[in-house]
């Protein structure tokens, strides 16, 4: 089995021009700075922008992003269709900074909730990982058949999923 190929960041800054076909990494530069909330080279944000040397094909859905590593070291950035692609950017040592506490526990009770434009569901859970506030965690809702995803730690017991 193939391990996962992780692509990392260099410390090029060429202007990006996506072409036909291809992905805007600048655009992936704006997702992982939103998704992070920090801007490029802050600690905590994006360590450098993505290497404009990269040809990936572009994506026609929202990317899917998520913490990678248990230290939430990188962000994990899919494009969630068939034959997509993956990379992962990492993030700016944060220094001496004291970690946050976490706000949820693993195996603690839950309330996750899914909202988009006009609409907001939410329904019962388990959280599967520990996290502070606005930290990505594996969850599930209660059910026999209930596959993890991951939900943003917005408070203690609760979490959420926000559709374009």
Known sequence: ???RLALTLSLIAAPATAKPGQADLAAIDQAVANFTGLPLGSPG??????DRRLR?????VPLALSWYGSRNDSVQVDCPVAGGWRLYVPIA???????APAAIAKGDAISISVSGDGFAVAQPGE???SGPVGAWIKVRTLGSNAQPMRARVLRPGQTGIDLP
Do not use: K
């Not at 944000?45 to 993505?50: D, I, K, L, S």
């Not at 990936?56 to 026609?60: K, W």
């Not at 040592?93 to 970690?99: E, H, N």
């Open 93 to 99: 040592s944060r220094g001496a900074a004291t970690p």
């Open 1 to 3: 089995m193939l391990r």
């Open 56 to 60: 990936l094909g572009s994506c026609g």
């Open 127 to 129: 959280a599967l990982e």
């Open 45 to 50: 944000g994006a360590a450098a922008p993505v």
